[in-house]
């Protein structure tokens, strides 16, 4: 297999896919220039080293992609799909092989108002399709991750990411109707999954006509095929919107548990987001603030922050009734305005939807201090666990502190996001310096936490390459859940030549378990 | 190669150097389209959508390279080089940086050390090599910049012989070329009609320098831009006004930078007229004329002018703002250097823009840079538009009686 790290064979062997690929895609699209190379030797984080590929190519169309796949299979030469480029944990970078730059494939091919779907190529970003969408009176429901300025729907789904919408719409894969794929075969297979796999029907439904194979395709980070096309839920955009926070009187994780539980019971649909700032975050907030008020604010605890929507004023005021009878009442809570802490942030009464809160808010929290990143852990986890979860985050912190990059800033989650039913995201990380000498200090402190969090039974997303592997090297997956998934990716890419390092899955032969590694324990178990 | 080696060779990256690793690889400035926004900005950079679309096309390739010549994990090459100057520094990418990177200074510091390891583009090496020795980036005799002059049919007063309130400065763009030799004309014939007191410099007026600066000669500019200093102190002269995005960008931005006691002040026409047309209540014309208005990125994103000519046009035609305006205005593709290297792809990305004016339905797109007016005229030209592409001033000097 060529494109494994250290791999300085085969030159002649990459030199004649390059030329293959060139008559696939033409030479305007195809490169193996270093400078090309560089560019795309990093993603969003500080512990990876930089990793060049062999080859870079931006494929116009699926059969383009096909067509690498089978030149790819022809030399044995190792794939790695990359969308926006966005990733937070090393998904769409190789060290050798052919770098898929998915991002021309960016078209909206039909947006079917009717039936409430709509075909998009990959390679579109979630804020171009949310703009497209939200201006014709529809929605994804979903607006897509954090990075949704330049993350694509292709990597969203390869991530089974959340987002802005969330609490209401749930994860990329519960929008998603079916996709088209490339399986990384010898033979460049294009799929089309879902309803769509009857090829008289249209894409408007998930379920149906065959076991869900979609869900292969869902948060395997780029190594079961590739996709080229989604097919996407459409619901109507909801015209009434507004926002509201509130803080709790006290830092209490229990307190928020019950919150959230009572406002699911109780509330429904009306909620399309409910975002939890911890204590130490608004604080943070507060600290980082360019105008901040005159008089220092009173920050007694962990705030909310919940949009609403509905089709009519009246429903959304009554929403808000009952989300103000839930928090304000015997003074658990206080309404909260962001200005309190920040000058530039608008009253609630002026309050607007707006994209760039979705696809800005944690940009402050990617890197806080210029120069570091964040080494992302964000994970899921039952609300039931917030207060325990808190807890063993901190006790693995004070633990090995001393492991830590440099001066690193360590955030359990800098928001909790109710998801659908009861799981909530620890939108968390610790930063870094992306220099060589602090990278490996960042790379083993990150599986360390991650492996941490898995054996606290979070489950996390934006797998990518660092993640996915420390839930391997936890023990997460049974044997014969290992030896099943392996199984499957071995059906759709029998060469091993698609994102092979991630799950550690670098080839057929190796127990996964031999990855597994035993860590010092730093608390006592949940619950007690 | 060996870390400082490299940084040997980046002098002029080596200034920004506590910076360098501030890009966290996000890659908002790819795109970024949000209608939410004020105005909505759909799409950020136009290189990138008319070029093969690799990430060095847009800003976070660029930072990428740039870390890695500055780890001495890369060299520079020509190859690079030509990737690097197809950008028109329209700023869009800086205006979208969430962290505030100003990514143009770091392309521009990244072409000047190309350019010092001989690995800028001959077309740019020939049109800065113009600049030094005829003091326009045209290889003309710089005398032909009395020729607009001379066709006005009025007389002008002369910077360092007569004395006057103001000095317009033409640019070389709208001083030679007669294509666009309109623009200082009309600029003539206007604050001739509104009574201004202004002088010109005539064949006497030196290219600012904004080609030089904008490819990394940026010896050359500075060589431009003493000897700009120099003559425009020894004419008398306190306010500089232009009618050129470029030489608005310039000498209100990168003459501070290298020079010292630079205190003039230098206004845009379209600020200068706007200001005028206020204060002394002049009544305009309304010539019933559909118009669009494309933001010039030198004045635009570069220095914030969007307002004082959207306010003269509305008192004498209707405007149809087009998708991209303001901060999310497109960019023509003719700066940078694009124009004179990769003449295609500045063509290929005003095409874009004309459909975007196309798309409003007016007759008249109008705009406050020669260089723009140019780009977007060949557009239409090239497409067989209808399209009337006309300066300001054009339409204000109809306007006044």
């Known amino acids: 297999m060529l494109g494994k790290q250290g791999d300085n064979e085969g030159g002649s062997e990459?030199?004649?896919?390059?030329?293959?690929?060139?008559?696939?895609?033409?030479?305007?699209?195809?490169?193996?220039?270093?400078?090309?190379?560089?560019?795309?030797?990093?993603?969003?984080?500080?512990?990876?080293?930089?990793?060049?590929?062999?080859?870079?190519?931006?494929?116009?169309?699926?059969?383009?992609?096909?067509?690498?796949?089978?030149?790819?299979?022809?030399?044995?030469?190792?794939?790695?799909?990359?969308?926006?480029?966005?990733?937070?944990?090393?998904?769409?970078?190789?060290?050798?092989?052919?770098?898929?730059?998915?991002?021309?494939?960016?078209?909206?091919?039909?947006?079917?108002?009717?039936?409430?779907?709509?075909?998009?190529?990959?390679?579109?970003?979630?804020?171009?399709?949310?703009?497209?969408?939200?201006?014709?009176?529809?929605?994804?429901?979903?607006?897509?991750?954090?990075?949704?300025?330049?993350?694509?729907?292709?990597?969203?789904?390869?991530?089974?990411?959340?987002?802005?919408?969330?609490?209401?719409?749930?994860?990329?894969?519960?929008?998603?109707?079916?996709?088209?794929?490339?399986?990384?075969?010898?033979?460049?297979?294009?799929?089309?999954?879902?309803?769509?796999?009857?090829?008289?029907?249209?894409?408007?439904?998930?379920?149906?006509?065959?076991?869900?194979?979609?869900?292969?395709?869902?948060?395997?980070?780029?190594?079961?095929?590739?996709?080229?096309?989604?097919?996407?839920?459409?619901?109507?955009?909801?015209?009434?919107?507004?926002?509201?926070?509130?803080?709790?009187?006290?830092?209490?994780?229990?307190?928020?548990?019950?919150?959230?539980?009572?406002?699911?019971?109780?509330?429904?649909?009306?909620?399309?987001?409910?975002?939890?700032?911890?204590?130490?975050?608004?604080?943070?907030?507060?600290?980082?603030?360019?105008?901040?008020?005159?008089?220092?604010?009173?920050?007694?605890?962990?705030?909310?922050?919940?949009?609403?929507?509905?089709?009519?004023?009246?429903?959304?005021?009554?929403?808000?009734?009952?989300?103000?009878?839930?928090?304000?009442?015997?003074?658990?809570?206080?309404?909260?305005?962001?200005?309190?802490?920040?000058?530039?942030?608008?009253?609630?009464?002026?309050?607007?939807?707006?994209?760039?809160?979705?696809?800005?808010?944690?940009?402050?929290?990617?890197?806080?201090?210029?120069?570091?990143?964040?080494?992302?852990?964000?994970?899921?986890?039952?609300?039931?666990?917030?207060?325990?979860?808190?807890?063993?985050?901190?006790?693995?912190?004070?633990?090995?502190?001393?492991?830590?990059?440099?001066?690193?800033?360590?955030?359990?989650?800098?928001?909790?996001?109710?998801?659908?039913?009861?799981?909530?995201?620890?939108?968390?990380?610790?930063?870094?310096?992306?220099?060589?000498?602090?990278?490996?200090?960042?790379?083993?402190?990150?599986?360390?936490?991650?492996?941490?969090?898995?054996?606290?039974?979070?489950?996390?997303?934006?797998?990518?390459?660092?993640?996915?592997?420390?839930?391997?090297?936890?023990?997460?997956?049974?044997?014969?859940?290992?030896?099943?998934?392996?199984?499957?990716?071995?059906?759709?890419?029998?060469?091993?030549?698609?994102?092979?390092?991630?799950?550690?899955?670098?080839?057929?032969?190796?127990?996964?378990?031999?990855?597994?590694?035993?860590?010092?324990?730093?608390?006592?178990?949940?619950?007690? | 190669m060996a870390e400082t080696d490299t940084k040997e060779k980046l002098k002029h990256l080596g200034k920004l150097e506590k910076d360098i690793l501030q890009c966290i690889s996000c890659g908002d400035c790819r795109e970024a389209t949000d209608y939410t926004k004020n105005p909505p900005k759909w799409g950020v950079c136009v290189a990138r959508e008319n070029s093969p679309g690799f990430d060095p096309f847009y800003g976070r390739g660029k930072m990428q390279i740039i870390r890695s010549l500055w780890q001495g994990k890369l060299d520079l090459s020509k190859d690079m080089a030509n990737v690097i100057y197809q950008c028109p520094t329209c700023n869009a990418c800086a205006s979208t940086c969430y962290y505030g990177i100003d990514c143009v200074q770091y392309y521009e510091a990244l072409r000047a050390d190309l350019v010092d390891a001989g690995c800028g583009l001959d077309a740019h090496q020939a049109m800065n090599q113009a600049l030094h020795e005829k003091l326009n980036p045209y290889d003309q005799d710089n005398a032909r910049k009395m020729d607009w002059i001379e066709n006005l049919g009025f007389d002008v007063k002369r910077a360092g012989v007569d004395t006057a309130d103001v000095l317009y400065f033409a640019g070389c763009t709208a001083a030679l070329l007669p294509d666009v030799q309109a623009i200082a004309i009309k600029t003539a014939s206007v604050l001739r009609k509104l009574g201004v007191d202004y002088a010109v410099l005539g064949d006497r007026e030196i290219c600012c320098g904004s080609v030089a600066a904008r490819t990394g000669d940026r010896s050359t500019f500075r060589a431009i831009a003493e000897k700009n200093a120099a003559l425009l102190r020894e004419s008398g002269i306190k306010t500089i006004m232009t009618s050129c995005a470029g030489c608005y960008r310039t000498l209100k931005i990168d003459y501070p930078g290298v020079l010292d006691d630079w205190d003039f002040e230098i206004l845009h026409t379209a600020e200068f007229l706007d200001r005028f047309i206020e204060s002394n209540g002049i009544q305009l014309k309304n010539l019933g004329y559909h118009v669009t208005y494309h933001d010039p990125c030198h004045a635009g994103r570069h220095v914030g002018l969007y307002d004082p000519p959207r306010r003269i046009l509305s008192k004498i035609a209707s405007i149809s703002e087009m998708k991209t305006i303001k901060e999310s205005a497109k960019c023509c593709g003719a700066g940078g250097g694009v124009k004179k290297a990769f003449p295609k792809l500045a063509l290929d990305i005003a095409k874009s823009r004309l459909a975007e004016a196309e798309a409003t339905g007016a007759e008249y797109l109008v705009s406050i840079c020669p260089f723009c007016n140019r780009n977007l005229a060949d557009a239409a030209k090239e497409l067989g538009s209808s399209m009337k592409i006309k300066d300001l001033v054009e339409l204000v000097d109809e306007a006044i009686d």
């Open chain 1, 14 to 528: 990459i030199q004649k896919a390059l030329g293959e690929i060139e008559e696939v895609v033409g030479s305007d699209y195809v490169t193996d220039k270093d400078f090309m190379k560089a560019a795309y030797s990093r993603n969003v984080d500080p512990a990876f080293p930089d990793r060049w590929a062999d080859i870079i190519v931006r494929p116009g169309t699926t059969e383009e992609v096909s067509a690498i796949v089978k030149i790819a299979n022809k030399y044995k030469i190792v794939m790695v799909p990359r969308g926006g480029g966005a990733d937070l944990v090393g998904g769409s970078v190789t060290q050798g092989g052919i770098l898929l730059d998915l991002t021309r494939m960016n078209h909206i091919l039909e947006i079917n108002p009717d039936d409430f779907y709509c075909v998009v190529e990959c390679g579109i970003t979630w804020g171009a399709l949310v703009s497209e969408l939200h201006l014709k009176g529809l929605t994804t429901g979903l607006l897509g991750p954090g990075s949704g300025y330049s993350a694509t729907i292709g990597g969203g789904l390869s991530n089974s990411t959340a987002g802005y919408g969330s609490t209401k719409y749930g994860l990329a894969p519960d929008i998603c109707l079916g996709v088209e794929v490339v399986l990384p075969d010898p033979e460049g297979t294009v799929l089309r999954t879902g309803v769509a796999a009857n090829k008289y029907a249209k894409p408007f439904a998930r379920y149906g006509v065959a076991p869900d194979f979609t869900g292969l395709f869902m948060g395997d980070v780029g190594t079961m095929g590739i996709k080229t096309k989604a097919f996407l839920k459409l619901a109507p955009l909801p015209p009434f919107k507004a926002g509201r926070y509130y803080m709790l009187a006290k830092n209490d994780y229990g307190k928020v548990f019950e919150l959230l539980k009572e406002l699911r019971y109780k509330v429904g649909e009306g909620l399309s987001d409910v975002i939890v700032v911890p204590h130490p975050v608004i604080n943070l907030q507060a600290g980082m603030a360019k105008h901040k008020p005159e008089k220092k604010p009173r920050l007694t605890g962990s705030v909310f922050m919940i949009a609403f929507e509905a089709f009519d004023q009246r429903v959304l005021d009554i929403y808000i009734q009952q989300v103000d009878e839930i928090m304000l009442r015997d003074g658990v809570c206080r309404s909260f305005e962001l200005h309190e802490i920040d000058l530039d942030e608008p009253l609630t009464k002026d309050w607007q939807f707006n994209l760039e809160f979705a696809y800005h808010y944690f940009n402050r929290f990617i890197s806080v201090v210029p120069g570091t990143i964040s080494c992302t852990t964000c994970h899921k986890i039952p609300i039931s666990y917030i207060k325990d979860g808190e807890r063993m985050s901190h006790a693995f912190d004070a633990k090995f502190r001393a492991e830590f990059p440099d001066k690193s800033l360590s955030l359990f989650a800098t928001v909790i996001y109710l998801l659908p039913n009861g799981n909530a995201v620890f939108v968390g990380g610790f930063s870094g310096y992306n220099t060589e000498d602090q990278q490996p200090i960042a790379m083993q402190m990150w599986h360390k936490k991650v492996r941490a969090q898995v054996r606290y039974g979070g489950a996390h997303y934006w797998l990518g390459e660092s993640i996915s592997q420390a839930i391997v090297e936890a023990g997460a997956f049974t044997p014969d859940f290992a030896t099943f998934f392996k199984n499957m990716k071995k059906v759709v890419d029998p060469n091993c030549l698609l994102s092979p390092n991630k799950f550690h899955v670098h080839n057929y032969d190796e127990d996964m378990s031999r990855y597994e590694e035993e860590d010092e324990p730093y608390s006592q178990e949940p619950g007690t």
